[in-house]
């Protein structure tokens, strides 16, 4: 039994993803800022949402592989899932699925710069050793 007035109070988390990436115009997110001093529900949303944007930023602020494209594809999928089946488990399954993959992603992309790294201060050794002497694969 769901009382007919919820649907005047009807949550933004549809459009929360837009939000972030202010992909809104001003009437929208004005609409929006509005009900999430309301709503905790969505406030909630709304911080998971920045915690997979924030993710996102910082691993493509931080990395020189193509991780841009990466997210634009995350971002088409949230779109294309919130067109196909507008209701809000899908979206928070999806949102959460997400988020994994970013947890997932962040120590690769740590381990990534470190091998990038690594392989420059080797990569001058390995100059410098070859003119001295040839290299030989003696270990221990
Ligand atoms: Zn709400």
Request: charged share 20%; hydrophobic share 40%.
């Amino acid at each position: 039994m769901t009382p007919r007035m919820s649907q005047s109070n009807q949550h933004i988390s549809d459009l929360l993803p837009a939000y972030i990436n202010s992909r809104l115009d001003a009437a929208n997110t004005a609409r929006i800022r509005a009900h999430l001093e309301r709503c905790q529900e969505c406030r909630h949303e709304l911080s998971a949402w920045e915690a997979v944007s924030g993710a996102a930023h910082l691993a493509s602020a931080s990395m020189p592989l193509p991780s841009p494209t990466l997210m634009s594809q995350v971002w088409e999928k949230i779109d294309a899932q919130q067109k196909a089946a507008s209701q809000q488990k899908s979206i928070k399954r999806a949102a959460f699925h997400l988020w994994l993959v970013f947890t997932r992603q962040i120590p690769l992309i740590h381990k990534s710069i470190w091998i990038v790294r690594h392989c420059r201060i080797h990569g001058i050794h390995a100059s410098n050793a070859s003119q001295v002497r040839p290299v030989s694969h003696t270990d221990s």
